[in-house]
Nanobody, 114 residues
Framework: QVQLVESGGGLVQAGGSLRLSCAAS????????MGWYRQTPGNQRELVAE??????NYEDSVKGRFTISRDNAKNTVYLQMNSLKPEVTAVYYC?????????WGQGTQVTVSS
């Protein structure tokens, strides 16, 4: 079982930056797949960025602007978001899949004003 606690969301003006943090309750070095998803009302949750099977993946629209990183010593995964646009406004969720089950954080709201 993995508990995920997210922070760093908020309101930012278009063109600004935010860094989301996801603190895990156990060592993340043993978790193969971790990443960030987002969801807007009426839509399904979609992948933003992830580490999975030794590969880093990004949703096409965020490439070059968002960066996923991890600090194993702090059991934390980050999502640095730069050049923010209103269309990325959503609830962002941390995700972990150590084996069979999917674990999710509580979500943190990111709102970008135009």
């Amino acid at each position: 079982q993995v508990q995920l606690v997210e922070s760093g969301g908020g309101l930012v003006q278009a063109g600004g930056s935010l860094r989301l943090s996801c603190a895990a309750s156990r060592s993340i070095s043993s978790i193969n797949s971790m990443g960030w998803y987002r969801q807007t009302p009426g839509n399904q949750r979609e992948l933003v960025a992830e580490f999975s099977g030794g590969i880093t993946n990004y949703e096409d629209s965020v490439k070059g602007r968002f960066t996923i990183s991890r600090d194993n010593a702090k059991n934390t995964v980050y999502l640095q978001m730069n050049s923010l646009k209103p269309e990325v406004t959503a609830v962002y969720y941390c995700h972990a899949k150590p084996s069979t089950y999917n674990y999710w954080g509580q979500g943190t709201q990111v709102t970008v004003s135009s």
